[in-house]
């Protein structure tokens, strides 16, 4: 009987002999920093159901006490001590090896780009929490500016340029993927040698269209996550484990073989 290969040394050959690498990543990379997954055991909206209500649009924009409860929430500096970990490094060091083509992220915390991704190698799919937007007129700015206005007191600031309502620039439910984000995603997904998701369940559409879309293109798929995902069956290689730990292994990092950092 055929010993089973291992998924760790698996995964690992088929990222190494890969020229170009796409990768979507989830909440499950950010846990590690400090950073709750939404739907786990422990997530943001299984333990504060109310904090689900600010992510659906149509809400937000109905119920100014929803609208006031998440700007205080985000002004208590839920996202100030979060940094980025070994997993976001490993990722890091695979751009700078030249075989990142694209890591589109469902995150909403900024940490790749703190981590030092180039700006033009990512897509933050669902947007930012490090950025205000106007529903009006469009117009971006550091949240910071917003967040220190309701600190001083201001409970559901608009915006300065033409009184429209603010919020995160982030993606809510009801609301439409930034424009371009979703076709550069799925290009990605066909164009790489490889597809790696990390820590995402695959259960969010659309952006998880890019597994089949990259099976469609005969591109091998290898999924690590902690717990099964939607798309399993459409993976090559499938990992379970602490995405801190697993993932550093399967990129071969750091490179000098040194002993991998923990904290």
Not at 118 to 139: A, F, K, N, Q, Y
């Amino acid at each position: 009987m055929p010993e089973t290969p291992d998924p760790v040394m698996a995964a690992a050959a088929l990222l190494d002999g890969a020229d170009s690498v796409t990768v979507l990543t989830g909440a499950g990379i950010s846990t590690d920093s400090g950073i709750p997954d939404f739907r786990g055991p422990q997530g943001i909206w299984t333990l504060n159901p109310a904090a689900e209500k600010a992510s659906n649009l149509q809400v937000y924009l109905a119920d100014p006490e929803v609208r006031r409860a998440n700007w205080q929430v985000m002004a208590s500096g839920i996202w100030d001590a979060a940094q980025p970990n070994v997993g976001h490094e490993s990722l890091v060091d695979l751009e700078r090896s030249g075989r990142l083509h694209t890591l589109v992220t469902q995150n909403v915390d900024g940490l790749h780009l703190m981590a030092g991704t180039g700006p033009d190698r990512i897509v933050e799919v669902h947007g930012t929490v490090r950025r205000s937007m106007c529903l009006g007129c469009g117009v971006q700015a550091p949240v910071e500016e917003v967040l220190e206005r309701v600190r001083a007191g201001e409970e559901d600031p608009h915006c300065l340029d033409c009184g429209g309502l603010l919020k995160r620039a982030t993606v809510s439910f009801g609301q439409q993927l930034f424009p371009g984000d979703l076709d550069r995603a799925l290009a990605a997904a066909r164009e790489a040698d490889v597809v790696l998701t990390v820590g995402t369940t695959l259960s969010v559409g659309p952006v998880n269209l890019m597994v089949p879309e990259a099976v469609r293109a005969g591109r091998p798929v290898v999924v690590l996550n902690g717990e099964p995902t939607e798309m399993d069956d459409l993976a090559e290689v499938v990992l379970r484990g602490q995405i801190a730990e697993v993932l550093p292994q399967i990129l071969g990092w750091p490179p000098d073989g040194g002993r991998i950092p923990t904290g």
